[in-house]
Each structure stands twice: as C-alpha cells, then as structure tokens.
C-alpha cells in the first residue's frame, strides 16, 4: 500500500492547487436506501474530476531536467485536463494522446487548460490505443510519460480525495464505493482508508463493458481484455497497472459490476432530481447502490462522484441505453399485410401512453407481406403487452 505519510505530503503540495471539495450527504438518496450517503463531490473539482490531483503531484515533484524538454501523456479525457492544468502551471509543454472517440468537451476542455502549452493527438478507439502511441513517442524521443494511473507519485495524488473525505466525514464510514478502471484512485484512497480507517469496507464498482480489475482479480494475476465497451470512457480501460494491481487486490474488500444501460439510467436521475452532472464514471457508484442495498441499511455510506465531464451530445445514447436497460423502450420486426390500412390496424394494440420513436418501412410489389422495424417506448415497463413477449 502507499503510506499515509506520502498521501499527505501530496496533500500539502497540492493544497493551493486544488479545490478541497465538498462532503454532502444527500437525503433522498440516504431515504431511498435507509442509510446514511455521503457525496464526495470531485465533480465539482478545477477540471471537473479528481486527475488533476494525481497530474499536478507527479508533474510538480518532477526534476526539473527531466521535463525541460517536455512530457508525454495518455488519457481517455480526464488525466489529459489534469496534466494539461499542471502544463501551463508549471510551463511546461504536453504533447497529449487520447482516442479519437474522445467527447468533443473533453478535448476543448484540454485545449482551455492547456492553452499554448499542450499539442493534442487523437489516434485510436480506446485508451489503450492512445497509451501504446504514447509510449512509442516516449521512447523514440526520449520524453517522461505521466501515466494516468500506474505511477506511485500520481496514486498519492488521488490519494488525497480519501484524506479529504476522512477529515470532513462527521461519521466513521461503514463503506466507501469508489469506481475503478486501471486502478489509481482506488489504490490512493483505499490505502489512506486502509491506515487511517481499516474498519470501513472498500467496495471497488467497475463498469460491465470493461471489467479489467474483476477478470485479474478472478485470475489471480493480470488479464488483458480483448474487447471491451468504451462508453463508460473514464473508467474503460482493456487492462490495469503493474502497481495498481499488487494494491487493488490487497485493499478491495469487494468490486461490483455495473452495467452501462444502469449508469445511464443513474446518469438521467441525478440529473433530474438532484441537479447533479456527472459522466458514466461519475455516476457508477451511486449505481452500485441499488446492488448493494440489504448490506448498506442503516450504515455510513460514502461516495466519490469522480468525474463530471459530460457531453451534452451525448444525451440521446445515454437516454436511449437508460431505456433499454429499465425495460422501458423495445424494438421489432413486424410483418405488415401490404394492404391500406395495416398500420392503424397495429397501432391499436398500443396503449394510450405507448409512444412509437422508431419506424422504417418500405413496400415491396408481388409480396404478401413487408417487415418494418418499428421501436416501441413504454411510460412504465409493466406496461409491455404479454402478447409481445413471444
């Protein structure tokens, strides 16, 4: 584990650099789930999520000889704003790879942070597309990588979000959920938790789509995944770090897997009830809550909303995977009768509150019939018509 003494050292050095952000317990989720939930609020951070801790640690404790020429990054958004903010802190100039798939409001975010002081490349679909043409550049030119996770100096950065949450919980937490992808804000706070706090139970929450930490963990060593789903992008990652690794599996007392429809459907709540922006990874552990429900009654519960880069482009994928996962939005193959009057014929077997958001149709001559694909969206998922289940 990295000592608690490292983890505050990071916090001294960061203190006038970052924003302590706010602990709050929110109520209707603490009344939904009979507990007490406390909300780390990393949202609400300089760059909108907690990189810019680990970033600014790693960058800042650096010799000076060893950046004059500059430095290297990979990143699927986040650590690229964090390590972009310490850039033109510190001038010094970032050359920085993220994956062309990338939402446009993190690469403009990176652009503002960085300003003169970083030069972006989008190559590849994932993050790990962008970290292999990272390392080559590091390599062919002899510049430091900051790595967005493996790297004890950017561990300690995160770290500090867990000293913050230690010194302002007014409660001894029970559980502290924190999402995982390759593992840096997990080892940082679950170590500080570890020493200071070993009574609470660290429950690690990853997306299904990208399950890097669960398969290692169940194979007792590494695993690199073949494919995985990029949507939860601050948290999808095909494979975790050398280091991270060796600490997530002594400090993880249990990791939870969360689908990428449930996220989404989390994601639209905390907007609409709470005025709360987050991005897929952001939301990942409240959804976790709803997995967890019978072990966290009537315990102290916290929470690290980690991130809140959010691309408003991205509203219709998310509403879209956030019905689909609820049983809410359905689509078919129908056969229509290539006769006047076969579609009002279907439409009276929806009810008054089913709403058709999809239909493609094309007739064809010498045929009985067509298929159509239509898309059907319920107000309430019991409201699906058994005689559609078939």
């Known amino acids: 584990m990295l000592s608690a003494k490292d983890i505050q050292i990071a916090h001294q050095r960061l203190k006038d650099v970052v924003y302590t952000t706010p602990l709050q317990k929110n109520q209707s989720l603490s009344k939904k789930y009979d507990c007490n939930i406390w ?48 850039a033109a802190h510190l001038h010094i100039f970032a ?24 030069d972006i490349v989008l190559t ?12 080559h550049r590091c390599e062919s030119d002899g510049l430091p990588l900051i790595h967005p996770f493996d790297d004890l100096d950017v561990m300690a950065g995160q770290g500090t979000v867990g000293l913050e ?22 080892s940082g706070v679950g170590s500080y938790f570890k020493q200071l706090s070993p009574q609470t139970k660290i429950i690690a929450v990853e997306s299904e789509g990208a399950p890097a930490l669960h398969a290692s963990l169940n194979a007792g060593q590494i ?3 073949d494919h995985i789903d990029s949507f939860a992008d601050g948290i999808a990652v095909k494979r975790v770090g050398d280091q991270t690794f060796k600490i997530c599996k002594e400090i993880a007392d249990e990791i939870i897997l969360v689908p990428e429809g449930h996220i989404c459907s989390t994601m ?21 809550l709803a997995l967890i429900k019978e072990q966290i009654k009537g315990k ?58 999809h239909f493609a149709y094309t007739k064809k001559n010498n045929r009985d019939s067509g298929p159509a694909l239509v898309g059907i969206e319920l107000k309430n998922q019991e409201d699906f018509p058994p005689y559609w289940k078939g």
């Open 39 to 86: 909300l780390n609020r990393e949202d609400m951070q300089v760059v909108r999520s907690f990189k810019i801790r680990g970033a600014f640690n790693k960058i800042s404790s650096m010799e000076p000889a060893l950046v004059t020429r500059g430095i290297v990054c990979a990143s699927a958004g986040n650590h690229a704003q964090g390590v972009a903010f310490a």
């Open 95 to 118: 050359t920085i790879y993220m994956p062309s798939t990338t939402p446009k409001q993190k690469i403009s975010k990176v652009r503002h942070f960085g300003g003169a002081y970083v």
């Open 124 to 135: 590849g679909d994932t993050f790990d597309d962008a970290y292999h043409a990272a390392l």
């Open 165 to 186: 949450i230690w010194e302002q919980c007014p409660e001894t937490l029970d559980i502290l959920l924190v999402a995982v992808g390759g593992g840096g804000l997990l």
């Open 223 to 225: 695993v690199t995944l």
């Open 268 to 288: 639209l709540k905390l907007y609409n009830d709470e005025a709360i922006v987050t991005e897929p990874a952001g939301a990942i552990s409240i959804s976790a």
């Open 300 to 357: 102290n519960v916290g929470i690290i909303i980690c991130g809140g880069n959010n691309d408003i482009s991205r509203t219709e994928e998310i509403r879209e995977r956030a019905l689909l996962w609820e049983n809410r939005k359905h689509y078919f193959i129908v056969r229509f009768p290539q006769r006047a009057g076969a579609l009002r014929d279907f439409l009276h077997v929806l009810g008054p509150d089913d709403d058709i958001t």
